[in-house]
């Protein structure tokens, strides 16, 4: 994916959201969860990966323990400056509603099957341990997120 859909969707004379454009943290690893009141309440998962953060929405609050699988719908692929974005996106615009960092860090990816399967640790202030998103089965972009059991 690029941000061509990104910026698609969006009316950047209206919105205060950040502009698309390709960039790369420090650190490269960048991990955030958004809390987005939309017409529905839900959590947008963010990775950085390639100069974008790869994205995924939650209608469900993230799981903090193992044992809580969550779905996780695919999004577009969101810039690099939409991490720690907070603000209001108008009444009328794609996303409406208020969006607020929900938690913020770093990732380290452990294993990875590329477009269908994410095995990661999380370091961020809510959210810490190993993570899972695998790719439903016959879905484009339904996937599951779960914390992993660090029993062996
Ligand atoms: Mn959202």
Same mark, same amino acid.
């Given at each position: 994916m690029s941000l061509k859909e990104y910026q698609n969707r969006r009316n950047f004379s209206r919105s205060p959201e950040p502009p698309a454009r390709e960039q790369y943290s420090t650190e490269g690893n960048i991990y955030s969860i958004q809390e987005h009141h939309a017409s529905r309440l839900h959590w947008d998962l963010r990775l950085e990966k390639d100069g974008v953060l790869l994205s995924w929405a939650l209608p469900k609050e993230p799981p903090r323990e193992p044992g809580i699988r969550r779905l996780a719908v695919r999004t577009e692929d969101h810039p690099l400056? #939409?991490?720690f974005f907070e603000g209001e996106i108008p009444a +009328?615009? #794609? +996303?409406a509603g208020t969006v607020r960092v929900w938690d913020r860090g770093h990732y380290y990816q452990l294993e990875s099957k590329p477009g269908t399967e994410i095995i990661f640790r999380i370091e961020g202030e809510k959210l810490s341990g190993i993570y899972c998103l695998i790719k439903m089965k016959k879905d484009e972009k339904n996937w599951l997120f779960f914390k992993k059991s660090t029993s062996v």
């Open positions: 400056d #939409y991490a +009328g615009g #794609y +996303g």
